[in-house]
T-cell receptor, first 115, second 109 residues
């Protein structure tokens, strides 16, 4: 299995509080992604990173920010959590996003509940 | 903007049947396409990756095809088993992975 660890695995937080989710990899892969998964919407891309300090927005980036100060860590921050951000969050990694044999691997997910 | 559609949304078959899952995408400028499996409450497991220059990729009872120009991919599962029950997702990659909503497969003993 690819070395991807998401933390925490479960979190309950109150509306308006800041929340940070962490994705840690041991594969030295260049690309890292954050997705959210909701019933009826499938997996939607929030933000992704193509290198240290290089990030870009995905389909549903409003209300989220990310940071990547080291190759191995990609942080997703909800500055002020809202109930609409209750979801399961997945991190993924891939060596490249420009073709070749560049499989993406996923973490086990973080279940976030905003009450 | 890449949009991915998977048909059918759900499928129930008796054990032993061969079946085909369909994936279509709107932007054919992709580098590869990946098929994943997701069990309830779990993360995604990669099944097959087809590079844009390939037409097919096989792994055991699974065979995936890719027609980039028409924006289509299929996942063929031979001799289905109850353990194949899961949600199957396709994701074309053109700089970032974009997912369809998946096909929920149930294989009955």
């Amino acid at each position: 299995d690819a070395g991807i660890t998401q933390s925490p695995r479960h979190k309950v937080t109150e509306t308006g509080t800041p929340v940070t989710l962490r994705c840690h990899q041991t594969e030295n892969h260049r690309y890292m992604y954050w997705y959210r998964q909701d019933p009826g919407h499938g997996l939607r891309l929030i933000h992704y990173s193509y290198g240290v300090k290089d990030t870009d927005k995905g389909e549903v980036s409003d209300g989220y920010s990310v940071s990547r100060s080291k190759t191995e860590d990609f942080l997703l921050t909800l500055e002020s959590a809202t109930s609409s951000q209750t979801s399961v969050y997945f991190c993924a990694i891939s060596e490249s996003a420009r073709g070749g044999n560049t499989e993406a691997f996923f973490g086990q997910g973080t279940r976030l509940t905003v009450v | 903007k890449q949009e991915v559609t998977q048909i059918p949304a759900a499928l129930s078959v008796p054990e032993g049947e061969n079946l085909v899952l369909n994936c279509s995408f709107t932007d054919s400028a992709i580098y590869n396409l990946q098929w994943f499996r997701q069990d309830p409450g779990k993360g995604l497991t990669s099944l097959l990756l087809i590079q844009s220059s390939q037409r097919e990729q096989t792994s055991g009872r699974l065979n995936a095809s890719l027609d980039k120009s028409s924006g289509r991919s299929t996942l063929y599962i031979a001799a289905s088993q109850p353990g194949d029950s899961a949600t199957y997702l396709c994701a074309p990659e053109g700089g970032k992975l974009i997912f369809g909503q998946g096909t929920e497969l149930s294989v009955k003993p």
